[in-house]
């Protein structure tokens, strides 16, 4: 894979992280080494079988019957995880119960 | 000053129960040597003193009014800083979230209250779960109790290092690819990563949800098992617990026993050694190793060398996973709904975010942009992918070496406690130290780690046992073994 | 046959250009539109993750939230069981396939209204996940034309796939004097709420067929009573447009039916601009604005498309089982499609009389009590359709659906099923004449007074009685006597006798009775 400073940029964008331009290519360097590392994956082949394997089989299967009935929460107001206390979740910054944003 | 904080939980609890003590003395006491040692651990982030003095308090008049009383009365509990506790801080080492209160308990917090245990504070570790040291927090490192400029081993350093160090009895952690395992090597503790799904991760900050467990640490195994019995078992909260339909069964319920030696000899465990791991770690680590399998040999144990094939790429394919899904699960923290004080009037929200993101630490920073890699579309197939398929070959591996075998025994770490400072440039170095410990991460399969012994420095080294899903019980009872043999709940640092 | 094959042979169909003789596609323009629909399930009790309540909208804003909705640290999703069901009713309704196992899938994107900054739905790039896919479904053309050998015409569209996802919280924007917005306002009650999505292939050739399948799938939606799309916000679609094999343009935010047509004929037109002028269509997601009437290029949200999907780890993979789609079929409400076929054939109304009353589930439920009372149906679906219905002018289904709640209101308040069988039943009974029944009708709707009251009151009821109609006809003879003589020459003497009796009576007088006595009375005279 062929990373360089505008590779990093767009995953920093991508992932909404802000790095200080100082910083950048000892990060470049040190994630570079890691997604070399991560070649390592190239070198095992998958025999047929294994390649036909449906996608994501360590995944855990539940039946459709266990799954959560459509009934409402008994709780008065829906935040707080205990015992009907009054209080909503404490947002950081709020306008008549409005959470406040950054402008879009 | 007393000496009761040295006394195993269940010890505390029965002299509890039998009002030989009165809670509200000891958890003074335990106060009195939180604040003497913590000072050289920092093993806490967050004490809750005032209601932990209430709760002791209410427990001693429940004990007087003959009210039914829980497995782990009186018991102290320190919680890793990622499992939320109502109405105390989670800020799991980060600055991102240092004013964070959730306004829910965890699953495990429920059913530990639910048996009267005591919920001391929250520990230290390494930030969001990344780490094989606890030397990334934003509160500091955390410094091994056997040999303060060394390191206690991570992310669950806090966790291992008060268990350790006499600050409380039991404590819970979290482990994603080594992270309870790692600090209970490091510092002479038990702790066991439990099968996946055995344990509700309800209120646990996601890291790498496919692969995490909460599991409790301790100094002696009946304390293991009796925590462990009190959070197991199948939570409605979350869907991906125990509801493995295969090898749970129904609706199972899980309760862990002590047996006698005799008992466990009984059994006829066959044992299994992991040849090929365990000649790859360092010299100390290797002969101490074999000392404990001579143990085994010695008591009849049916023990055989075997190797598990695949390993090499276990630990690309763990990375892979584990920052994907990281890269996933922090977006969440951008500073919006919760976080700390910082007003969004007047800022784009594209800018606000990625500054506010800034506050993450360097790893942090780091995995996520690696695990936005790996997920971005051309690479999806060739690691995320593929990454998982390795996972089923080396359940496939295990499910070979569980027909033969019982039980599995490696190291549990490559190397000695290395000194704070010392590998915090190397990233890829860290992460090679998870080596052994990831297998059972990308397996499912429980995974404990006992005290074996100790370097020629006095740095503990740690014994790892392995069984197929939903054993745990032979874990516990192989633990009990070399607990009888070796008496290691007797090995105390001097702090 | 798969089971599409079957479904749809019943009916001639033609996805491709067709003959239609209103449609004014020419074939060479190439136009392909193609629909994104996304249906809030209203009806459920609870969002598709948490236990907070699906209706949102007439709670405070953030009260109706929990650690799940609002991605707090640590929680989880806890799939609702019945979403699946409702999500797999619409699929069968489609004419889906629904697999064995369905995943849910993580799109991740950063943006103020998604609490966790991703979106939990489904993805069929990487394998196949969502609830429903490969589906084929016809609607009717406005004029239900029949072709030469007599069978209705309809037209048929592919249906993709069909997923289930949550739906993101709302952005408010104050309204203030200064022009800059220093910073939004977020309202998460909706975030979380079950919404199933719908997309079709690009099988449209014009605006006016899309409303038509808009119209049907609402339809259908209230039928199988799995969401109310009068609500605000219940249903919302986005459109795909390309034309003359050039490249495909996404129109968002089309808040009305009606605005979907306006959007596609601007949009149409555009392209054909663009095209004309041998500037080549960028393919980009464009913004419908309601003020003005058009559509601009978006912001950059919608042009983000790194969503790096995966699995949700959260969720576990969800076994249907192979009996499923069965299970489901079996305790599904009647489709307006089987409902139109029952009124076809068992209740013998015609094609076109049945569509009307299925196209809107009020009326026709209204229809079905009404018959329930008097088993009449010709009779009183005739009343429904051709005074009831053209009165409220019920069938504007071009309106906004906001306002489709008003007219239904309307609809339902002033006249009561049970006063349309009172009308039919007085009508056949030949209690009253058909004219003089309209005229009560008319009144009844206004005043809301029971019909049969009014008859009673105005005293409109049929004279049938001979000996009173022989008084007036007596009457009549007596003082014209010449009117007589005349009927030997003239037949219509008779005819115009009848009109006076009819004057005099009011219009009550039975005519064929009336009619037999006058000519009876002229003989004996």
């Known amino acids: 894979m062929s990373t360089n400073y505008n590779d990093i940029k767009k995953l920093c964008t991508l992932s909404r992280l802000e790095i200080d331009e100082s910083e950048i290519q000892k990060t470049l360097d040190k994630i570079k080494e890691?997604?070399?590392?991560?070649?390592?994956?190239?070198?095992?082949?998958?025999?047929?079988?294994?390649?036909?394997?449906?996608?994501?089989?360590?995944k855990t299967e539940i039946k459709i019957d266990d799954l959560r009935e459509d009934l409402k929460t008994s709780k008065s107001s829906n935040v707080d995880g205990i015992n009907g206390k009054e209080t909503s979740f404490n947002f950081l910054n709020r306008k008549n119960g409005y959470v406040i944003g950054p402008r879009i | 000053m007393g000496e009761l904080h040295k006394l195993p939980g269940y010890q505390v609890s029965q002299k509890i129960r039998n009002q030989e003590i009165f809670a509200e003395e000891y958890i003074s006491q335990l106060f009195e040597r939180i604040d003497k040692v913590d000072l050289k651990i920092n093993s806490f982030i967050s004490k809750n003193y005032e209601s932990v003095l209430l709760k002791a308090k209410q427990i001693d008049k429940k004990i007087k009014n003959n009210e039914k009383l829980g497995s782990l009365l009186g018991i102290p509990i320190g919680i890793k800083d990622n499992i939320s506790v109502l109405g105390l801080k989670t800020t799991c080492a980060s600055r991102i979230?240092?004013?964070?209160?959730?306004?829910?308990?965890?699953?495990?917090?429920?059913?530990?209250?639910?048996?009267?245990?005591?919920?001391?504070?929250?520990?230290?570790?390494?930030?969001?779960?990344?780490?094989?040291?606890?030397?990334?927090?934003?509160?500091?490192?955390?410094?091994?109790?056997?040999?303060?400029?060394?390191?206690?081993?991570?992310s669950s350093g806090g966790s291992a290092a008060a268990v350790s160090s006499l600050q409380v009895p039991v404590s819970l952690g979290s482990d994603t690819g080594g992270s309870i395992r790692c600090p209970c090597s490091f510092c002479s503790v038990i702790g066991i990563k439990p099968t996946y799904g055995l344990v509700s991760r309800y209120g646990l900050v996601s890291y790498s949800n496919s692969l995490e467990q909460i599991g409790p640490i301790a100094r002696t195994v009946v304390d293991i098992a009796m925590t462990l019995n009190a959070i197991c078992g199948r939570d409605s909260n979350d869907n991906t617990s125990a509801s493995s339909s295969a090898s749970a069964g129904i609706d199972q319920q899980f309760e862990y026993k002590i047996d006698s030696v005799d008992g466990i000899l009984g059994k006829n465990y066959k044992?299994?050694?992991?040849?090929?791991?365990?000649?790859?770690?360092?010299?100390?680590?290797?002969?101490?190793?074999?000392?404990?399998?001579?143990?085994?040999?010695?008591?009849?144990?049916?023990?055989?060398?075997?190797?598990?094939?695949?390993?090499?790429?276990?630990?690309?394919?763990y990375y892979v996973i584990a920052t994907a899904e990281a890269s996933s699960n922090l977006s969440r923290f951008d500073n919006i709904r919760y976080g700390f004080n910082y007003n969004p009037e007047g800022y784009e929200w594209n800018s606000y975010s990625s500054h506010?993101?800034?506050?993450?630490?360097?790893?942090?920073?780091?995995?996520?942009?690696?695990?936005?890699?790996?997920?971005?579309?051309?690479?999806?197939?060739?690691?995320?992918?593929?990454?998982?398929?390795?996972?089923?070959?080396?359940?496939?591996?295990?499910?070979?070496?569980?027909?033969?075998?019982?039980?599995?025994?490696?190291?549990?770490?490559?190397?000695?406690?290395?000194?704070?400072?010392?590998?915090?440039?190397?990233?890829?170095?860290?992460?090679?130290?998870?080596?052994?410990?990831?297998?059972?991460?990308?397996?499912?399969?429980?995974?404990?780690?006992?005290?074996?012994?100790?370097?020629?420095?006095?740095?503990?080294?740690?014994?790892?046992?392995?069984?197929?899903?939903?054993?745990?019980?032979?874990?516990?009872?192989?633990?009990?073994?070399?607990?009888?043999?070796?008496?290691?709940?007797?090995?105390?640092?001097?702090? | 046959m798969t089971q599409t094959e079957s479904n749809v042979n019943q009916l001639d169909f033609?996805?491709?250009?067709?003959?239609?003789?209103?449609?004014?596609?020419?074939s060479y323009e190439n136009i392909k539109i193609g629909l994104e629909i996304h249906c809030q399930l209203t009806r459920l009790e609870t969002k598709l993750f948490c236990g907070c309540f699906s209706n949102y909208r007439d709670i405070q804003p953030n009260g109706n939230t929990c650690p799940i909705c609002l991605g707090l640290p640590g929680s989880l999703p806890l799939l609702n069981k019945k979403a699946v069901e409702y999500a797999s009713m619409i699929c069968i309704s489609l004419n889906c396939n629904i697999p064995e196992k369905i995943t849910f899938y993580r799109k991740n994107y950063f943006y103020p209204d998604l609490p966790k900054n991703f979106q939990i739905t489904?993805?069929?790039?990487?394998?196949?996940?969502?609830?429903?896919?490969?589906?084929?479904?016809?609607?009717?053309?406005?004029?239900?034309?029949?072709?030469?050998?007599?069978?209705?015409?309809?037209?048929?569209?592919?249906?993709?796939?069909?997923?289930?996802?949550?739906?993101?919280?709302?952005?408010?924007?104050?309204?203030?004097?200064?022009?800059i917005?220093?910073?939004?306002?977020?309202?998460?009650?909706?975030?979380?709420?079950?919404?199933?999505?719908?997309?079709?292939?690009?099988?449209?050739?014009?605006?006016?067929?899309?409303?038509?399948?808009?119209?049907?799938?609402?339809?259908?939606?209230?039928?199988?009573?799995?969401?109310?799309?009068?609500?605000?916000?219940?249903?919302?679609?986005?459109?795909?447009?390309?034309?003359k094999g050039g490249k495909k343009v996404e129109i968002k935010n089309v808040s009305s039916f009606k605005d979907v047509e306006k959007s596609i004929f601007y949009e149409i037109t555009r392209q054909k601009t663009l095209s004309m002028h041998e500037i080549s269509v960028k393919s980009e997601t464009r913004h419908w604005d309601e003020k003005r009437k058009i559509t601009i290029p978006a912001r950059t949200k919608e042009e983000e498309d790194e969503y790096k999907y995966f699995p949700e780890p959260d969720i576990p993979r969800i076994v249907l089982g192979s009996d499923y789609k069965v299970r489901i079929k079996e305790n599904m409400p009647e489709l307006p499609i089987e409902r139109l076929k029952r009124y076809v054939e068992n209740h013998k109304l015609s094609n076109h009389i049945s569509d009307i009353l299925v196209n809107n589930k009020n009326v026709s439920d209204f229809y079905e009590e009404s018959v329930k009372i008097y088993n009449s149906p010709k009779e009183i679906s005739n009343w429904i359709v051709n005074e009831l219905l053209s009165k409220t002018n019920e069938l504007e289904k071009d309106e906004s659906i906001g306002n489709k709640s008003d007219k239904n209101r309307a609809f339902n308040s002033q006249v009561t099923p049970r006063q349309?069988?009172?009308?039919?039943?007085?009508?056949?009974?030949?209690?009253?004449?058909?004219?003089?029944?309209?005229?009560?009708?008319?009144?009844?709707?206004?005043?809301?007074?029971?019909?049969?009251?009014?008859?009673?009151?105005?005293?409109?009821?049929?004279?049938?009685?001979?000996e009173i109609i022989k008084k007036y006809i007596d009457e009549i003879l007596s003082n014209e006597k010449h009117l007589i003589e005349q009927s030997n020459n003239n037949p219509n003497v008779a005819n115009f006798i009848l009109g006076k009796i009819m004057k005099k009576t009011g219009g009550r007088a039975d005519p064929q009775l009336t009619l037999k006595l006058i000519k009876e009375s002229i003989r004996h005279s």
């Open chain 3, 420 to 466: 349309i069988a009172d009308m039919a039943k007085l009508v056949e009974g030949k209690s009253i004449n058909r004219n003089i029944a309209k005229e009560i009708f008319d009144k009844s709707i206004r005043t809301g007074e029971s019909p049969l009251k009014l008859v009673e009151n105005l005293k409109v009821e049929k004279i049938q009685d001979s």
């Open chain 1, 34 to 58: 890691t997604i070399l590392f991560f070649n390592k994956l190239d070198e095992l082949e998958l025999n047929d079988n294994e390649q036909e394997m449906s996608f994501n089989d360590m």
């Open chain 3, 181 to 243: 917005n220093n910073y939004c306002l977020i309202d998460y009650n909706r975030a979380g709420v079950a919404l199933v999505e719908i997309v079709t292939e690009p099988d449209f050739k014009n605006a006016t067929d899309v409303r038509l399948f808009l119209n049907k799938i609402t339809n259908i939606f209230e039928y199988l009573g799995v969401s109310d799309p009068n609500l605000e916000g219940a249903v919302r679609c986005d459109v795909n447009v390309s034309v």
């Open chain 2, 97 to 154: 979230l240092q004013e964070y209160v959730p306004p829910y308990n965890a699953t495990v917090i429920d059913r530990l209250e639910k048996q009267d245990a005591i919920i001391i504070g929250k520990l230290n570790m390494d930030e969001f779960g990344m780490g094989t040291s606890s030397e990334f927090s934003h509160y500091g490192p955390v410094h091994n109790p056997w040999n303060q400029e060394y390191v206690a081993g991570g």
């Open chain 2, 356 to 495: 506010v993101r800034s506050n993450f630490g360097e790893e942090v920073k780091r995995r996520i942009l690696v695990g936005s890699f790996v997920l971005s579309a051309g690479y999806y197939g060739k690691y995320y992918l593929k990454a998982q398929k390795i996972r089923k070959i080396i359940k496939n591996e295990f499910n070979k070496l569980f027909k033969l075998f019982d039980v599995l025994v490696l190291p549990t770490m490559p190397i000695l406690p290395f000194r704070i400072g010392e590998k915090v440039a190397k990233p890829l170095e860290l992460y090679n130290l998870d080596i052994y410990t990831i297998l059972s991460n990308l397996a499912g399969i429980p995974a404990m780690s006992i005290p074996a012994g100790f370097s020629k420095e006095g740095l503990p080294i740690g014994l790892q046992l392995l069984s197929n899903e939903f054993n745990e019980q032979v874990l516990i009872d192989i633990a009990t073994f070399f607990e009888h043999e070796d008496k290691f709940n007797e090995w105390i640092p001097s702090i």
């Open chain 2, 271 to 317: 044992v299994g050694i992991i040849d090929n791991l365990i000649d790859s770690s360092e010299y100390q680590v290797k002969e101490t190793v074999h000392k404990k399998i001579n143990l085994l040999k010695e008591h009849d144990f049916s023990v055989h060398k075997t190797k598990i094939n695949y390993s090499d790429f276990a630990l690309a394919a």
């Open chain 3, 14 to 26: 033609d996805s491709n250009n067709n003959n239609n003789v209103n449609d004014d596609v020419k």
């Open chain 3, 122 to 179: 489904q993805y069929n790039s990487y394998e196949l996940s969502s609830i429903g896919f490969d589906g084929l479904i016809s609607y009717y053309n406005d004029k239900a034309e029949l072709d030469n050998t007599g069978k209705s015409k309809s037209k048929a569209v592919r249906i993709k796939r069909i997923q289930l996802e949550e739906d993101p919280g709302k952005i408010v924007h104050e309204e203030s004097n200064s022009k």
